[in-house]
């Protein structure tokens, strides 16, 4: 189900092919992936002074002291969280501009995303509106807590790191379903959990750089 972006005209269509190639080479190989990452706006979740630079792959300041973070490694986050067996449910710990919950819009059923900055949540809301993305469910809240209600989830993503991995995310794992996580201090490595019938099964993957995750509401 390819979604329609309102308004977004074709000059950008060329920049994110480019991107896409470039990710091919980087070694995505999720055709779904690079389908959605081909249709989504990035240039839109950036501040005008810097949305030139929208589409190369670096991560960018989106205000609060945060970063969105880079093509490849949404593209490959996100590559790996749809291995898991279903995708009724994902949920995104660390909203920031909202660029990762429109990809993960267009590949699961529901995306549920929580932001600790209220600010950087507010933008994000807006911009989800005017691209008329509707099963999105953005809240104000601690990753480290998660979404009680809403779980269990096939999917949990987290795009900032903690220094331990969050019980209460792993109790949200349904049963067949993947977190994808960075983990560390200065040095990080992304892992997965996956959660089967009796036991929680952890791969360490590449190391990574992501902003901290924080306890608690800004
Ligand atoms: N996927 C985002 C990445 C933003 S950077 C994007 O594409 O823009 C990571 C985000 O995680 C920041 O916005 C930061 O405020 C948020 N964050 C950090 N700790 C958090 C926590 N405990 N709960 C929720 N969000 C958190």
Same mark, same amino acid.
């Given at each position: 189900?390819?979604? %329609?972006?309102?308004?977004?005209?074709? +000059?950008?269509?060329? #920049?994110?092919?480019?991107?896409?190639?470039?990710?091919?080479?980087?070694?995505?190989?999720?055709?779904?992936?690079?389908? !959605?990452?081909?249709? #989504?706006?990035?240039?839109?979740? =950036?501040?005008?002074?810097?949305?030139?630079?929208?589409?190369?792959?670096?991560? @960018?300041?989106?205000?609060?002291?945060? #970063? $969105?973070?880079?093509?490849?490694? %949404?593209?490959?986050?996100?590559? /790996?969280? =749809?291995?898991?067996?279903?995708?009724?449910?994902?949920?995104? !710990?660390? +909203?920031?501009?909202?660029?990762? +919950?429109?990809? /993960?819009?267009?590949?699961?059923?529901? !995306?549920?995303?929580?932001?600790?900055?209220?600010? @950087?949540?507010?933008?994000?809301?807006?911009? /989800?509106?005017? @691209?008329?993305?509707?099963?999105?469910?953005?809240?104000?809240?601690?990753?480290? $807590?998660?979404?009680?209600?809403?779980?269990?989830?096939?999917? =949990? $993503?987290?795009?900032?790191?903690? +220094?331990? !991995?969050?019980?209460? /995310?792993?109790?949200?794992?349904? =049963?067949?379903?993947?977190? %994808?996580?960075? $983990?560390?201090?200065?040095?990080?490595?992304?892992?997965?959990?996956?959660? #089967?019938?009796?036991?929680?099964?952890?791969?360490?993957?590449?190391?990574?750089?992501?902003?901290?995750? @924080?306890?608690?509401?800004?």
């Amino acid at each position: 189900m390819k979604h %329609v972006f309102p308004g977004i005209g074709m +000059t950008s269509a060329r #920049t994110r092919g480019r991107m896409v190639e470039r990710l091919r080479q980087q070694g995505i190989r999720s055709e779904e992936v690079l389908a !959605v990452m081909a249709n #989504t706006p990035r240039h839109i979740f =950036i501040d005008e002074a810097l949305s030139h630079r929208a589409y190369d792959d670096v991560s @960018l300041p989106i205000g609060q002291g945060q #970063t $969105i973070s880079q093509p490849y490694i %949404v593209a490959r986050m996100v590559e /790996l969280a =749809i291995g898991s067996a279903n995708r009724e449910r994902v949920l995104e !710990v660390g +909203t920031g501009c909202g660029y990762q +919950t429109v990809v /993960l819009a267009q590949l699961f059923k529901t !995306v549920y995303s929580v932001e600790r900055i209220a600010q @950087l949540l507010d933008k994000a809301r807006m911009r /989800l509106r005017d @691209l008329r993305i509707s099963n999105t469910r953005l809240r104000h809240g601690d990753g480290f $807590i998660g979404v009680a209600e809403a779980a269990p989830f096939d999917a =949990i $993503i987290m795009a900032a790191a903690p +220094t331990y !991995v969050p019980e209460a /995310l792993l109790s949200q794992l349904a =049963i067949g379903g993947r977190m %994808v996580f960075p $983990i560390g201090n200065v040095d990080q490595e992304l892992r997965i959990i996956e959660r #089967t019938a009796d036991a929680f099964i952890e791969t360490k993957l590449e190391k990574v750089r992501f902003v901290p995750m @924080l306890p608690g509401l800004a």
